[in-house]
């Protein structure tokens, strides 16, 4: 009895190498393209009795290969007709082979884009990216035709500033731009996400851990900041873009006090003991809560938001008799001294006693402010928000293990 022949089809969903499910069908090539990455790979509808066998699965003899621009120019390139047209080709048979090549080559979209916005998703997570997708494409990608028509009507000022940031990014000197694509990519995207931020888009992002990790300066940031905020505003003036709000003084100061408590108690806890560490945190959080941080009476608005952190901080190991070394361990946190921290301290002890500084006991030496707190049951967003932000990171670090 002759056996049916049963059709097995094995459907391509995602490319193998980037897991992106931009795929694109070619079936006069037997093929299909990874429009993200370039892979190319063989047309996996397949029947029993084929021989899929060495096409796929472990004991496979074909393995996909990246057939795009870059694999290409490796081979060869069609330079020559740039110059001096076809004619100017000794080869003519082996230039129309690779011209044929590089016209049938899948190529990769602005992949510096890309870049940027891999590097993002990489170091500040998905959900970040999300926000600033947008920003990345008006910073990486080239004005529409329409756009580039407008611009070349204008001056030479607002036609540099329309022009695209990220190819004034990486022509810049010699210590501005990065050492590589990578590194250009990487300073792009912490000045966005810096500049996130700083207009109240998302929360701040401490620089120093990705300064460190991929070797950049905050010089070569702070240009890049300078760069795409300056294009933006020329976008909002021509009517292509709107500038979102920027936060109010009190936001800013608000955030710059949460960073500066994340940073302190980072360095803590390696010098502290679970229950010494706990003991701070919140005799701290009860300081900060008593000035009235984080709102719009704060009693300290004339104290620079690190230096206050620094003093509340010292204050509250002194509360626990921990003081020893404190200083030098806070002050090396933001670069400031340690005297200027106990200098600092023992003048606002000296004004809560004599009563010139109204601090609501804030450096009242005698007694716990935390039972301050509790007495007068006192609620501040500011804690509320630290609070839940040590909380989140908890979770996420102990579900890394």
């Not at 207009?199 to 905050?218: C, H, N, S, V």
């Not at 795409?228 to 709000?245: D, E, F, L, N, Y």
């Not at 509340?312 to 361990?329: E, I, P, R, V």
């Not at 804030?362 to 007068?376: Q, T």
Request: with cysteine.
């Amino acid at each position: 009895m002759q056996e049916d022949k049963i059709t097995k089809k094995q459907e391509l969903t995602q490319c193998d190498e980037c897991c992106s499910k931009e795929l694109k069908k070619v079936p006069d090539k037997g093929e299909v393209w990874c429009l993200d990455c370039g892979l190319v790979h063989k047309d996996q509808e397949i029947t029993a009795n084929d021989n899929g066998g060495i096409l796929f699965g472990e004991n496979a003899h074909y393995h996909p290969v990246r057939n795009d621009v870059d694999r290409n120019r490796s081979m060869g390139h069609t330079g020559p007709k740039m110059k001096f047209g076809s004619a100017g080709v000794k080869d003519r048979r082996k230039y129309y082979l690779l011209e044929k090549i590089d016209r049938s080559s899948v190529r990769n979209p602005h992949p510096f884009a890309r870049r940027v916005k891999s590097v993002i998703e990489t170091l500040y997570g998905r959900h970040a990216l999300h926000i600033l997708e947008w920003i990345v494409e008006m910073s990486c990608k080239p004005l529409s035709s329409e756009q580039e028509m407008v611009r070349k009507k204008q001056d030479n000022s607002m036609n540099t500033r329309l022009g695209m940031p990220k190819q004034s990014i990486c022509r810049k000197k010699k210590g501005i731009k990065g050492g590589s694509d990578e590194q250009n990519a990487v300073i792009i995207a912490a000045a966005i996400v810096e500049l996130a931020g700083e207009i109240g888009l998302m929360p701040k992002f401490d620089r120093r851990a990705t300064m460190e990790q991929a070797g950049i300066t905050p010089k070569q940031i702070m240009n890049a900041r300078i760069r795409i905020m300056s294009h933006w505003k020329a976008r909002v003036t021509m009517g292509w873009a709107a500038m979102p709000p920027r936060k109010n003084a009190n936001d800013r100061r608000e955030d710059a006090v949460v960073q500066a408590m994340e940073h302190v108690f980072d360095m803590l806890g390696d010098h502290l003991e679970a229950a010494d560490f706990e003991d701070v945190l919140y005799e701290t959080e009860a300081r900060l809560a008593l000035l009235k941080e984080g709102t719009g009476e704060a009693l300290s608005i004339n104290i620079e938001e690190r230096m206050l952190v620094s003093v509340a901080a010292y204050a509250s190991l002194t509360t626990f008799g921990l003081q020893s070394g404190a200083a030098d361990l806070l002050a090396d946190v933001f670069g400031l001294t340690s005297s200027g921290i106990r200098s600092r301290y023992d003048a606002l002890v000296k004004e809560s006693e004599s009563g010139t500084f109204r601090d609501n006991g804030a450096f009242d030496m005698s007694i716990s402010c935390r039972e301050l707190l509790d007495e007068s049951h006192e609620q501040n967003g500011l804690i509320a928000k630290f609070r839940l932000g040590r909380v989140c990171a908890k979770r996420i670090s102990s579900s890394e293990f």
